[in-house]
C-alpha cells in the first residue's frame, strides 16, 4: 500500500534539513504522532529502534522530521511495536 504523498517541503536551517510533511490528513502530524504513541507506550526510541530492525538514530531522525516520510515496510513493523493499524500513524 503506498501512502499518498502530495509534497514534502524542506527546510533548511543551518546544517540540518527539516522536512515539512504535507500529505494525507492522517500523516500531516505523522512525527509528533510517533512520539506520542511511543511515550505512551512507555518506550524508549532505542526500543521501539530494535524491535523495528532500524537504527535509534534513523528513528530520532523519524520523529524529528529530518528525514522524508519512512518506507511502508517500516510503517508496518512500527505499527507491529506500537500495535496498531499504520494507516492510524
Request: glycine share 2%; net charge positive.
Amino acid at each position: 500500500m503506498n501512502i499518498p504523498l502530495t509534497c514534502i517541503n524542506i527546510l533548511v536551517y543551518e546544517r540540518q534539513p527539516t522536512y515539512e510533511y504535507r500529505m494525507a490528513d492522517n500523516m500531516n502530524n505523522f512525527p509528533i504522532k510517533l512520539k506520542e504513541v511511543r511515550l505512551k507506550l512507555g518506550l524508549t526510541q532505542l526500543e521501539v529502534a530494535n524491535a523495528s530492525g532500524t537504527t535509534q538514530s534513523y528513528y530520532n531522525r523519524i520523529e524529528n522530521a529530518k528525514v522524508p516520510p519512512p518506507p511502508t515496510y517500516l510503517l508496518k513493523k512500527l505499527s507491529e511495536v506500537f500495535i496498531c493499524d499504520f494507516t492510524e500513524l
